[in-house]
């Protein structure tokens, strides 16, 4: 499994935007941003693999885009139009695996995974 580290967090006002990043400590095929708010389930939010396919939660379609610099092991999340309801901790997660589909937003396939990063939006 590799490490992953994650930064750009912090505090915006609705409609603000934040631009998260995650370091990977290898290559991995297929990436993913999670996020949990309290008293609340983690939830995927943006997947992305190797070839450039893509998921979105419904919830920030039009508003989030996630990108991966394959070269840099890198993982971004642009937030947009940011609301109330997106105020969580984002977790990176990682898994070194082709999907048929597109790459998955369930929690249970993902081997690795970052300590998170806290975004609030008021």
Request: glycine share 10%; aromatic share 10%.
């Amino acid at each position: 499994h590799v490490q992953l580290v994650e930064s750009g967090g912090g505090s915006v006002q609705a409609g603000g935007s934040l631009r998260l990043s995650c370091v990977a400590s290898g290559y991995t095929y297929t990436m993913a941003w999670f996020r949990q708010a309290p008293g609340k389930e983690r939830e995927g939010v943006a997947a992305i693999d190797s070839e450039r396919r893509t998921s979105y939660a419904d919830s920030v379609k039009g508003r989030f885009t996630i990108s991966k610099d394959n070269a840099e092991n890198t993982l971004y999340l642009q937030m947009n139009s940011l609301k109330p309801g997106d105020t969580a901790m984002y977790y990176c997660a990682a898994v070194n695996r082709r999907y048929t589909m597109y790459p998955p937003l369930k929690k249970n396939v993902y081997k690795s995974w970052g300590r998170g990063t806290q975004v609030t939006v008021s």
